[in-house]
């Protein structure tokens, strides 16, 4: 079956540090890869795609993800966290099978402490 | 600026009652999509639409229904409401056409918190 993995429920970070938050994915073929977050009481919004390339992608608020096709990884990042980054972030794939069905993960609720 | 507006934020209802969820798009976009999202599950699909009268099942159709009449509305209708579908339900939309391999974003409403008492 395919399927995203979060591993992580939560991941705490300092302001000013650098933040990870992972995802590993396994579908078939190549697949377009996605990150979104959301904000309380909101709709999740896009941050960055993964469709070919660099596998370094980078994205809105001085996010960028690193995609590795050995290890089916599209992990999440920032070098320095900020207060407001604190949110849910959800990864996202597309198996490119010709359609359009979106498979999320379940989610990695980050919080940056002051 | 893209925009999907869901017409309730909250709403509570009675169980055995049949509730609508509205959602409209201003991009004309082919596709709407129903989430519901719960702790721990992330979202999970209920129906989509890629075009107008067109609809499939996602993962977890069960009583619900959903009609497009038009391009910018897709609706969400519980039959006959039951407490375990108490949750927050997301809207969103995206372009490019069915069967071809989509690598564009969906683009989300803001949600509409369903309580069924």
């Known amino acids: 079956a395919q399927s995203v993995a979060q591993p992580e429920d939560q991941v705490n970070v300092a302001e000013g540090n650098p933040l990870t938050v992972k995802c590993t994915y396994s579908?078939?073929?190549?697949?377009?890869l996605f990150w979104y977050v959301q904000y309380p009481n909101r709709g999740l919004q896009f941050l960055l795609k993964y469709i070919t390339g660099d596998n370094l992608v980078k994205g809105s608020y001085g996010f960028e993800a690193e995609f590795n096709k050995s290890q089916t990884s599209f992990h999440l990042k920032k070098p320095s966290a900020l207060v407001s980054d604190s949110a849910l972030y959800f990864c996202a794939v597309i198996p490119y099978t010709g359609g359009f069905k979106t498979i999320f993960g379940a989610g990695t609720r980050l919080f940056v402490k002051a | 600026d893209v925009k999907v507006t869901q017409s309730s934020r909250y709403l509570v209802k009675r169980t055995g009652e049949k509730v609508f969820l509205e959602c409209v798009q201003d991009?004309?976009?082919?596709?709407m999509f129903w989430y519901r999202q719960d702790p721990g599950l992330g979202l999970r699909l209920i129906y989509f639409s890629y075009d107008v009268k067109m609809k499939e099942k996602g993962d977890i159709p069960e009583g619900y229904s959903v009609s497009r009449e038009k391009k910018e509305r897709f609706s969400l209708i519980l039959e006959s409401a039951s407490t375990n579908q108490t949750s927050m339900y997301l809207c969103?939309?995206?372009?490019?056409?069915?069967?071809?391999?989509?690598?564009?974003?969906?683009?989300f409403g803001d949600g509409t918190r369903l309580s069924i008492l």
């Open positions: 969103a939309s995206s372009p490019t056409p069915y069967r071809k391999g989509s690598n564009q974003p969906q683009h």
């Open positions: 579908v078939s073929g190549n697949p377009y």
């Open positions: 991009m004309d976009h082919e596709n």
